[in-house]
């Protein structure tokens, strides 16, 4: 009913940028937090950063100063721009969104958390 759709992954050198794009699209949604989570192979998914409907940001250790997350509300967008990237930046990118089901009068029906189907980012030389 509703879905993420990534895009802009690739291949980078070290040093290099990346602009990770989220859309969100669907049935009748309101959106809260959006975020983005990386896995690496064989470890755990971790949170890369998010940021609420009001713009309240918070980012991992790794990548403070160097990523930076942003919204488009009307466009139900999140957007990641991965600056000085690391070698150890390689992994797959999901996007993450904390949604409500709304009826045309602005009921919630359900509350629920979407992710999409994951970019993948590879720093290398």
């Known amino acids: 009913q509703v879905h993420l759709v990534e895009s802009g992954g690739g291949l980078v050198q070290p040093g290099g940028s990346l602009r990770l794009s989220c859309a969100a699209s669907g049935s009748i949604f309101s959106i809260n937090a959006m975020g983005w989570y990386r896995q690496a192979p064989g470890k755990q998914r971790e949170l890369v950063a998010h940021i609420t409907t009001g713009s309240s940001i918070i980012y991992t250790d790794s990548v403070k100063g160097r990523f930076t997350i942003s919204r488009d509300n009307a466009k139900n967008t999140v957007f990641l721009q991965m600056n000085s990237l690391k070698p150890e930046d390689t992994a797959v990118y999901y996007c993450?969104?904390?949604?409500?089901?709304?009826?045309?009068?602005?009921?919630?029906?359900?509350?629920?958390?979407?992710w999409g189907q994951g970019t993948q980012v590879t720093v290398s030389s």
């Open positions: 993450n969104a904390d949604i409500d089901l709304v009826n045309p009068e602005g009921s919630i029906l359900r509350a629920f958390r979407a």
